[in-house]
């Protein structure tokens, strides 16, 4: 097959911080499965998978939200358009991707995503 299908699960974004061995503002793609999510780092082809029960929230701003959040500057570093980023805050740590308006979306879909049930203590 000369072209690949195109997965409509996926969402196409840039790696922007979290994972050591991808580069900064390097291409990727995320999928949502029942069990994991996935992350493609497409050329070198490498597959990350985390497991849903491990992350404890997915979070969708904007980039001055964002770097305002986690970096402690508005400053933002978009030079055409706007970004939109989604954090995946699990266990060990967190994940930022960003994306443009057209992935916001989905970023938003992820938010709502439940992980398994929750334990509530009072």
């Known amino acids: 097959m000369l072209f690949g299908k195109k997965n409509k699960n996926e969402i196409r974004v840039m790696h ?13 793609t995320l999928e949502v499965t029942d069990t ?16 849903l029960s491990r992350i404890q929230s997915f979070s969708a701003m904007d980039e001055k939200s964002f770097l305002t959040k986690y970096h402690g500057t508005s ?3 978009s030079k ?3 970004k939109y980023y989604l954090v995946a805050l699990y ?3 967190m994940l930022a991707f960003w994306g443009t308006a057209a ?9 709502h995503l ?3 049930s929750q334990t509530i203590e009072l």
């Open 91 to 93: 266990d060990k740590g």
């Open 75 to 77: 400053e933002t570093t």
């Open 80 to 82: 055409s358009g706007i």
């Open 16 to 28: 922007y911080e979290g994972i050591p061995e991808f580069a900064t503002d390097y291409p990727c």
């Open 103 to 111: 992935e916001y979306k989905r970023f938003l879909d992820l938010q």
């Open 36 to 51: 994991d999510l996935i992350i493609h780092r497409l050329k070198p082809d490498t597959i990350v998978k985390l497991p």
């Open 114 to 116: 439940q992980s398994g």
